[in-house]
């Protein structure tokens, strides 16, 4: 089976993850356990390279910015 993405799709699918992403930011519970579960999830992944160093850092900057302590 080939997996085929038109253009209609991709933009549909974005469109769907951008409000869930939304939905997901209104909610500090549930941010809170999607950070969480990022952060577990990023200790198994073995680093590589400059791409993922930055991410345990990006998440504490979006878990400040949902507490409102960085602004």
Known sequence: MEN???DERLESQI???TK???ELLK???RMERFLERLER???K???VGKQLSNIP???SLVRSYI???YR
Do not use: I
């Open 15 to 17: 469109c769907k993850n």
């Open 57 to 59: 850092m990006l998440v």
């Open 67 to 69: 507490r409102k302590d």
């Open 45 to 47: 992944v073995p680093v």
């Open 27 to 29: 909610d500090e519970d």
């Open 20 to 22: 869930e992403a939304e």
């Open 41 to 43: 999830k990023l200790e």
């Open 4 to 6: 085929k993405f038109t």
